[in-house]
């Protein structure tokens, strides 16, 4: 079995975009680490058990795109509540919540950055 174990989201303004998900997931203030090649923010630092972790990632030639790799973030029992916090933050919802049946709800969003991603929620 593979496991997603880190996602990279990346951004051409770092504060900006760790300002933006700490506002949508309810997130305690990043702490932006610069190693003079990348700047990062970890939004969540992964967990043993297989939980995937996710950076923010301001790199020369890492650019933002609504093209590139999907993906969701769990949005706990329902997503309405992250979704209304998307369009104050400063990002835009492509997908209202949408229905995929038993497999529960998802919609999309593009972030501050220009990045398209989805939220899941159950319910």
């Given amino acids: 079995m593979t496991l997603l174990v880190w996602v990279e989201v990346p951004v051409k303004n770092i504060e900006r975009a760790a300002r933006f998900y700490e506002a949508v997931l309810d997130l305690p203030e990043s702490e932006i680490s610069d190693d003079g090649v990348r700047r990062t923010a970890i939004l969540y630092g992964g967990s ?6 996710i950076s923010l990632n301001q790199t020369k030639d890492f650019e933002p795109s609504d093209k590139g ?10 997503l309405s509540e992250h979704l209304l916090r998307v369009e104050p933050a ?3 919802i492509i997908t209202g919540k949408t229905s995929m049946g038993a497999a529960g709800f998802y919609a999309s969003f593009l972030d501050t950055e220009g990045n398209l991603l989805g939220l899941y929620s159950p319910q």
């Fill in 69 to 78: 790799v999907y993906v969701y973030l769990n949005a706990g029992a329902d």
């Fill in 90 to 92: 400063g990002g835009k």
């Fill in 48 to 53: 043993q058990d297989g939980k995937a972790g």
